[in-house]
């Protein structure tokens, strides 16, 4: 059974630190992983999906890696902005379908 | 290109009601997904539907159902409310091109469903 987590829940920076958000996770027969991020009380936006064959994707100032063999991602936020405040939460696509495992999510604070 | 659209997005119920969920997806997209959130479990999967057919199920009770239609709208049924049931009901589609999980996910804004 797929598990899914992140470290650490909650972070808070001050304004243009650059930053990284954790994610592992234990089956590494994964398919994909995706990034998300969720604005309080709100649905979740996509940031970036890495393909299992890739090893990390860029949108913006985002950067996302995977390493299927240690279990873990990564997602890297240049030059925070008070804009970035959200929960960011990773998700593994494990098996056939469209069938997401969540992790806990990442409470970030971007501070002026 | 509209995204997914979720309806009602406020629902206040009481114990033993039974409420249903609508979800629109993408146009063009096949594959609508649904996921429970709550603060104590987080995110979690429940079922997804794909040409009308449901693909995966979640580990949830028998209360918790679901249909797609021709036009890949979803719809979801939660009968004998219970306190628990209280949560962010998300949904989610993709092109589902490939059986893998290759696609991209949208997730509309959430049905948020009240239980007294």
């Known amino acids: 059974k797929q598990e899914v987590t992140q470290i650490p829940a909650a972070l808070s920076v001050p304004e243009g630190e650059n930053l990284v958000l954790n994610c592992s996770f234990t089956?590494?027969?994964?398919?994909?992983l995706q990034w998300f991020r969720q604005d309080p009380g709100k649905g979740l936006t996509s940031l970036l999906l890495i393909q299992s064959s890739q090893r990390e994707q860029t949108s913006g100032r985002l950067n996302a890696s995977l390493d299927k063999s240690s279990g873990r991602s990564t997602l890297y936020i240049a030059a925070s902005q008070p804009g970035d405040s959200a929960t960011y939460l990773c998700?593994?696509?494990?098996?056939?379908?469209?069938?997401?495992?969540f992790g806990t999510g990442t409470q970030l604070k971007v501070e002026l | 290109k509209a995204g997914v659209t979720q309806t009602p997005r406020y629902l206040i119920k009481t114990r033993g009601q039974q409420v249903t969920l609508s979800c629109s997806p993408i146009s063009g997209h096949r594959s609508v997904s649904w996921y429970q959130q709550t603060p104590g479990q987080g995110l979690q999967f429940l079922f997804e539907?794909?040409?009308?057919?449901?693909?995966n199920k979640g580990n949830f009770p028998g209360r918790f159902s679901g249909r797609q239609f021709s036009n890949s709208r979803s719809e979801m049924n939660v009968s004998t409310l219970e306190l628990g049931d209280s949560a962010l009901y998300l949904c989610?589609?993709?092109?589902?091109?490939?059986?893998?999980?290759?696609?991209?996910?949208?997730f509309g804004p959430g049905t948020r469903l009240t239980v007294l």
């Open positions: 539907y794909f040409s009308e057919t449901q693909r």
């Open positions: 989610a589609s993709s092109l589902a091109l490939t059986s893998g999980g290759a696609d991209t996910q949208y």
């Open positions: 998700a593994a696509y494990t098996g056939g379908g469209n069938k997401l495992t």
């Open positions: 089956d590494s027969a994964i398919y994909n």
